[in-house]
């Protein structure tokens, strides 16, 4: 792709500006509050979130206002809801996929994850990507039994302002490339779902320029809160 040749031409200048993010960018912490318990009335529903930074809320001060806390409000009026969020900051998926091997509390219906951005810093190609992501789904399957699994796109980080030119847009280019490759692996298994939260603009950033804020995290809850009430219709 011609990003790759550009990322080449500009290594330098991509790497200083790395260093220089490194060094201003605002260190928000994981929210407080309850990362596992049970709320809700009507059907049966065992949800889990894992992931990175965005799935353990940074960017809000509470569970309450985060994806967790967000997602627990909109279904709990149809769903008898068990609820656990396992997620941590810096966490890219093959991370991921080692502490839940070791973190294993039960089977559950739905998963919703959040990664892809660590993945996108690091030093991997989208072959090694697609490795992380089917270990990933493989052990939710397999160990936790997931009848249905939401693979949150990751988010278009051109758009993070956070970022100076030229590396915002590099990395935003290196996001679709995953995100495109992803779609194509999973295309054709009903048990999974590739949600997009491509819509989202500099708004509804948190004080970082870089992680949800509180209307967003309301906004990737009511897509995510959809596709359960579709899969796993309330009595």
């Known amino acids: 792709m011609i990003y790759k040749i550009i990322f080449v031409l500009l290594a330098p200048l991509v790497a200083l500006q790395g ?3 490194r060094r201003v960018a605002i260190k928000l912490s994981e929210p407080t509050g309850e990362r596992s318990g049970k709320d809700g009335q009507g059907t049966a529903l065992r949800l889990l979130i894992v992931g990175d930074s965005a799935a353990a809320g940074v960017g809000v001060t ?15 009026n149809h ?17 991921c996929h080692d502490r839940l091997h070791r973190q294993h509390n ?3 219906d739905v998963v919703v994850v959040s990664l892809g951005v660590n993945d996108v810093l690091s030093n ?5 990507w697609l490795v992380r992501q089917r270990r990933l789904i493989t052990l939710l399957k397999d160990q936790f039994g997931a009848k249905k699994i939401i693979l949150t796109k990751i988010p278009p980080m051109e758009r993070f302002s956070l970022l100076p030119q030229p590396l915002r847009w590099l990395l935003g280019q290196r996001c679709k490339e995953f995100n495109l490759a992803l779609a194509k692996e999973i295309a054709k298994d009903p048990m999974l ?23 967003l995290y309301r906004y990737w809850a009511q897509a995510v809160a959809s596709q ?8």
């Not at 991997?124 to 090694?128: A, D, G």
């Open 19 to 21: 260093m220089y993010v």
């Open 124 to 128: 991997i190609n989208t072959k090694q």
């Open 62 to 76: 509470t569970q309450k206002h985060a994806l967790l806390g967000n997602l627990v409000s909109q279904l709990s």
């Open 193 to 215: 779902i590739h949600l997009d939260l491509s819509a989202i603009t500099t708004n509804e950033l948190a004080s970082d320029g870089f992680h949800p804020n509180q209307t």
């Open 106 to 108: 039960g089977e559950v």
């Open 79 to 95: 769903y008898e809801l068990t609820w656990q969020l396992i997620a941590k900051s810096g966490k890219h998926s093959g991370q």
């Open 228 to 235: 359960i009430n579709i899969n796993f219709k309330p009595d």
